[in-house]
């Protein structure tokens, strides 16, 4: 199957059905890790009954629209169809040259990161102390970190390995363990916890 690559104004996307939202989200906390994000991921447009539909990345349209993002990336999966073939022709979208992107995203050492998570209560300052203390231990770059929403959100930036996910099982036990001890967590990046 072929596909393409491109950046186009989210008001293309006025009328194209959603056929699918991804599930276990808290969608407001969805919204608030978008939001800190440069480069957010890609929505896939298909053709559906003569018509553009988003056939993955619903939720993001839906923040699209809602935080006012002029422009997303959207890979499309048939671009032979009548509908892919119109919004091609737009002069306002662009292809992009996916083996460049790809190229650039394997050759990078390093990415910046951020992470959001939601509480189901506000942070006590001794239980905010403690998890900024685990979370600088855990991650040797902290940048930006604040509590926000009443004390009820966290968010920070980390550098990281690039293609290296191994830090994320202890991250994931570090979470776990507290928010059995201390507050519960509600959400991680927007997904329920």
């Not at 003569?50 to 619903?58: D, F, I, N, P």
């Amino acid at each position: 199957m072929s596909f393409a690559v491109v950046d186009l104004p989210v008001r293309h996307l006025h009328d194209a059905a959603i056929l699918h939202r991804r599930t276990g989200q808290i969608f407001d906390h969805f919204v608030a890790y978008l939001n800190l994000q440069e480069s957010w991921p890609a929505v896939t447009l298909a053709a559906k009954d003569s018509a553009l539909a988003v056939s993955r990345g619903g939720e993001i349209l839906d923040a699209a629209r809602l935080l006012g993002r002029v422009r997303l990336r959207a890979v499309i999966t048939d671009p032979d169809a009548a509908p892919i073939r119109q919004l091609l022709a737009s002069p306002s979208v662009r292809l992009l040259d996916w083996a460049a992107i790809d190229a650039a995203e394997r050759g990078a050492r390093w990415h910046d990161d951020w992470h959001v998570l939601f509480f189901a209560e506000p942070l006590s300052e001794l239980v905010a102390a403690t998890l900024e203390r685990e979370v600088r231990a855990f991650f040797p770059e902290v940048r930006d970190l604040a509590f926000t929403d009443g004390d009820r959100s966290l968010r920070y930036r980390v550098r990281m390995p690039a293609h290296d996910e191994s830090w994320y099982p202890g991250f994931l036990a570090l979470l776990r363990r507290f928010s059995s001890e201390h507050v519960r967590i509600l959400s991680f990046q927007g997904s329920a916890f």
